[in-house]
């Protein structure tokens, strides 16, 4: 199936209202970061129910360290340009479609999206980082005021150099963190891990036979019955659209599955077998940035011990879905008892690997550090806590939302200790089989 065919569905959603039949909930990493928390649409400021559980007793913050996805993005030249092809089909099939009122609907809808528009950071997206920047800066006050250090990095995408300057306006005037503008390091080695893992690229990204769950999906009966649908409300033949990467929703399927759910299973497929669990050098690979996590932690640690000022307080990095979703799978997050496949679609319903609600746009993974005064001097004094989309998320290891900074680390010694991103991404020298080698 062709290309050129793979925007239908995504212009179907165009011209519905963005919370449409409660379809906005299954865009999976096309979400809006509001699905996750939808207190944010009356208030975009809210902290929300979990404002007051941020800091434990007795403790304070020493060092926050933030992995962000980027903001609301526009699609990509390649998407709008299929838009443009199937805009134009319809415009020209328009009048012998009255019979079709989505397809009059979408002919009539102003195709207004340029190819220069190629995945840029959206004024939404803006709006994201600046209003999620005041987020962090009221539930963390101590670590945000005045004359403290804000590192910023991001990968060298547009999006995401766009969405660091966004954050630091989101800050405001009124904090010096060594002048109006921080400079933004571009560290695509952390960002973009997977550009640089070998590995990766060649057996998976590159890989088409890596995808053979997606493929087959794509084939299966749940998106034969999309395609017949959609197709059959835009009057157009079945084999001018496709299964495609857009991964958008459109009307009911049926009184048991929908467009919607099955579309979302796609492109959680997708991603489980790209970014996830799929392959362990989806992983692995992200583990340079996971040590660089803790490697900053470690030294905030010693520079507290030895009475010192802490040199990076604040360290704000803003990527992908495609890194932060890695990450938290080495972490162990997210993971289902059974594979995603293609095959069990009906079975995966109430999975745990649903991306739109993981890294929708403007996701976020929070590390904080805390100092705590312990009358008991035998108790830990240094505590961490994890964020992921500003709610409190729980450790592995205890199933508790804090956790000492040695028990943290204890559990993941093997990967601090054991995962060597050369090792890890170094291809073998002979031909292997995906199967064999991942």
Same mark, same amino acid.
């Given at each position: 199936?062709?290309?050129?065919?793979?925007?239908?569905?995504?212009?179907?959603?165009?011209?519905?209202?963005?919370?449409?039949?409660?379809?906005?909930?299954?865009?999976?990493?096309?979400?809006?970061?509001?699905?996750?928390?939808?207190?944010?649409?009356?208030?975009?400021?809210?902290?929300?129910?979990?404002?007051?559980?941020?800091?434990?007793?007795?403790?304070?913050? #020493? @060092? !926050?360290?933030?992995?962000?996805? %980027?903001?609301?993005?526009?699609?990509? $030249?390649?998407?709008? +340009?299929? =838009? /443009?092809?199937?805009?134009?089909?319809?415009?020209?099939?328009?009048?012998?479609a009255a019979?079709?009122?989505?397809?009059?609907?979408?002919?009539?809808?102003?195709?207004?999206?340029?190819?220069?528009?190629?995945?840029?950071?959206?004024?939404?997206?803006r709006?994201?980082?600046?209003?999620l920047?005041?987020?962090?800066?009221?539930?963390?006050?101590?670590?945000?005021?005045?004359?403290?250090? #804000? @590192? !910023?990095?991001?990968?060298?995408? %547009?999006?995401?150099?766009?969405?660091? $300057?966004?954050?630091? +306006?989101? =800050? /405001?005037?009124?904090l010096?963190?060594?002048?109006?503008?921080?400079?933004?390091?571009?560290?695509?080695?952390?960002?973009?891990?997977?550009?640089?893992?070998?590995?990766?690229?060649?057996?998976?990204?590159?890989?088409?036979?890596?995808?053979?769950?997606?493929?087959?999906?794509?084939?299966g009966?749940?998106?034969?019955?999309?395609?017949?649908?959609?197709?059959?409300?835009l009057?157009?033949?079945?084999?001018?659209?496709?299964?495609?990467?857009?991964?958008?929703?459109s009307?009911?399927l049926?009184?048991?599955?929908?467009?919607?759910?099955?579309?979302?299973?796609?492109?959680?497929?997708?991603?489980?077998w790209?970014?996830?669990?799929?392959?362990?050098?989806?992983?692995?690979?992200s583990?340079?940035?996971?040590?660089?996590?803790?490697?900053?932690?470690?030294?905030?640690?010693?520079?507290?011990?030895?009475?010192?000022?802490?040199?990076?307080?604040?360290?704000?990095?803003?990527?992908?879905?495609?890194?932060?979703?890695?990450?938290?799978?080495?972490?162990?997050?997210?993971?289902?008892?059974?594979?995603?496949?293609?095959?069990?679609?009906?079975?995966?319903?109430?999975?745990?690997?649903?991306?739109?609600?993981?890294?929708?746009?403007?996701?976020?993974?929070?590390?904080?550090?805390?100092?705590?005064?312990?009358?008991?001097?035998?108790?830990?004094?240094?505590?961490?806590?994890?964020?992921?989309?500003?709610?409190?998320?729980?450790?592995?290891?205890?199933?508790?939302?804090?956790?000492?900074?040695?028990?943290?680390?204890?559990?993941?010694?093997?990967?601090?200790?054991?995962?060597?991103?050369?090792?890890?991404?170094?291809?073998?020298q002979?031909?292997?089989?995906?199967?064999?080698?991942?």
């Open positions: 199936m062709a290309p050129r065919r793979e925007a239908a569905l995504l212009l179907l959603l165009l011209v519905l209202p963005p919370a449409s039949a409660g379809l906005s909930d299954y865009f999976g990493t096309k979400s809006r970061y509001e699905e996750v928390n939808p207190y944010l649409v009356s208030d975009p400021l809210s902290l929300g129910p979990e404002a007051g559980g941020s800091l434990p007793a007795s403790c304070t913050p #020493l @060092q !926050l360290r933030a992995v962000l996805r %980027h903001g609301t993005r526009y699609p990509t $030249a390649g998407q709008i +340009r299929r =838009l /443009g092809e199937l805009h134009a089909r319809l415009l020209r099939r328009a009048a012998a019979a079709c009122p989505a397809a009059v609907a979408l002919a009539d809808w102003p195709m207004w999206y340029e190819e220069s528009l190629d995945g840029q950071l959206a004024p939404q997206g709006r994201d980082m600046e209003q920047a005041r987020r962090m800066a009221a539930r963390f006050p101590a670590l945000f005021a005045a004359r403290r250090r #804000l @590192q !910023l990095a991001s990968s060298s995408k %547009h999006r995401c150099l766009q969405s660091g $300057a966004a954050f630091r +306006r989101g =800050l /405001g005037p009124s010096d963190f060594g002048g109006d503008e921080v400079e933004i390091e571009v560290n695509d080695f952390l960002m973009r891990f997977f550009d640089h893992c070998a590995k990766f690229v060649a057996m998976v990204e590159e890989n088409d036979k890596a995808m053979c769950q997606v493929t087959a999906f794509k084939e009966p749940e998106m034969k019955k999309v395609l017949e649908k959609v197709a059959s409300a009057c157009l033949p079945v084999e001018e659209l496709n299964a495609v990467r857009l991964l958008r929703k009307a009911p049926g009184k048991e599955e929908t467009i919607a759910w099955v579309l979302e299973y796609l492109n959680d497929l997708k991603q489980y790209k970014r996830g669990y799929g392959y362990d050098i989806n992983s692995r690979s583990c340079v940035l996971f040590q660089d996590i803790f490697q900053h932690l470690d030294k905030a640690v010693e520079e507290s011990k030895s009475s010192k000022p802490i040199s990076s307080p604040l360290i704000v990095q803003v990527g992908h879905a495609e890194t932060l979703q890695p990450l938290l799978a080495l972490m162990g997050y997210f993971k289902d008892d059974e594979p995603l496949l293609a095959s069990n679609y009906a079975q995966q319903a109430q999975r745990k690997f649903r991306t739109g609600r993981i890294v929708p746009y403007a996701a976020n993974l929070v590390f904080v550090l805390y100092h705590c005064d312990h009358v008991n001097t035998s108790q830990e004094e240094y505590q961490v806590q994890l964020l992921l989309n500003e709610k409190l998320l729980p450790f592995h290891h205890s199933n508790e939302t804090i956790s000492t900074y040695t028990d943290l680390k204890n559990y993941y010694k093997d990967i601090l200790e054991n995962c060597h991103f050369k090792e890890e991404c170094e291809l073998s002979v031909n292997v089989t995906v199967v064999d080698e991942l």
